[in-house]
């Protein structure tokens, strides 16, 4: 985006804020958006693919898998 489109983005979003806190509202929301959007442009980036792509390999965004292993109780001292 251009700065004219910014400009009257902000221009158009800022007719409805009318008290103080619709302003801290709207500020919260707008730095919880950018932190996202910059997070994930940064998984991204790290992975080499983006979100709900196939993946180039074994892992996967998202993705899960069965643990197993040995848990010992800690009360009784047996292994579960």
Known sequence: MDERQL????NELAKNLKTPEDLSQFDRLLKKLSVEAAL????????????NQSRPGANSRNGYSTKSGNYT???TGSIV
């Open 73 to 75: 109780n800690l009360c």
């Open 7 to 10: 400009q009257a983005l902000a």
């Open 40 to 51: 994930n442009a940064e998984m991204t980036h790290h992975l080499g693919y983006e979100k």
